[in-house]
């Protein structure tokens, strides 16, 4: 009897309850989390092109003779007078890399060979520096480094480009799902190309040609939608 008058209490208790809550507008307690606010993930590229402004050449100064001691020192003179005729055009920023023989000693003429490394200041002294070596019999071009100056500078320019390019693309996810883009949630950088070190060997009877340099960023992005 005990049993059955306490569970008529708690039955009319819990719908005093509910009528209170019903009354005062009180909310019930909500079960488990909140759904999470809308994200929109995009990716987006940005690439600019930099002029070279100037740029570093790479050559090898060959010298065959019949002994070591000659075909080192020819290529050492060959060197020092190719950068004598750079500096009487202007060029002074020459310098010899390193001097080793190409063929074992038996072998006969001896080779000796010594790399030069020329900075130009500008794309005009690139072309009549590359001009006169192409002329030196024993002088072969190796590579043709450009150089670009602020790098750095459009690398952060590409980064915007592609962030902005990124958010362009949110916004038409955005509009097709009827939501807004409020802001960057997280920027992760997918990949960023610099300017190569170098544009590899000159093709023979070709001219050196610096073509402009490419610097592109790739990034993914993740949005607030509401």
């Keep these: 009897m005990r049993r059955e008058g306490f569970a008529l ?5 819990g719908l005093v ?11 019930p307690v909500a079960r488990g989390t909140s759904s999470p606010a809308p994200t929109i993930t995009t990716t987006g590229r940005g690439e600019l092109q930099l002029v070279p ?7 090898d100064v060959v010298f065959h003779a ?36 190409v063929q074992e000693a ?7 060979r010594t ?26 071009i190796k590579q043709v480094r450009p150089v670009a100056r602020d790098v750095e500078q459009a690398r952060r320019d590409a980064m915007r480009m592609a962030i902005d390019d990124a958010r362009a693309r949110a916004d038409e996810v955005a509009s097709m799902s009827r939501l807004k883009v409020k802001k960057a949630r997280h ?26 340099l490419h610097v592109v960023v790739l990034v993914r992005v993740v949005w607030d939608a509401q």
């Design 9 to 13: 209490f708690a039955l009319l208790a």
């Design 17 to 27: 309850l509910v009528a209170v809550v019903l009354v005062l507008g009180i909310p």
């Design 53 to 59: 402004a100037a740029a570093i050449i790479g050559a």
């Design 66 to 101: 019949e002994t070591i001691t000659a075909a080192e020192a020819g290529a050492t003179s060959l060197a020092g007078s190719l950068s004598s005729r750079l500096r009487d055009m202007g060029i002074s920023s020459t310098q010899t890399v390193a001097l080793f023989e």
């Design 106 to 112: 038996y072998q006969q003429p001896f080779v000796a």
């Design 115 to 140: 790399s030069v490394r020329i900075s130009v200041g500008s794309l005009d002294e690139a072309f009549r520096a590359s001009d006169l070596l192409r002329k030196v019999e024993g002088v072969q």
């Design 187 to 212: 920027v992760e950088v997918l990949d960023v190309s610099l300017p190569p070190d170098a544009l590899g060997p000159e093709r023979p009877g070709k001219p050196v040609f610096l073509e402009p």
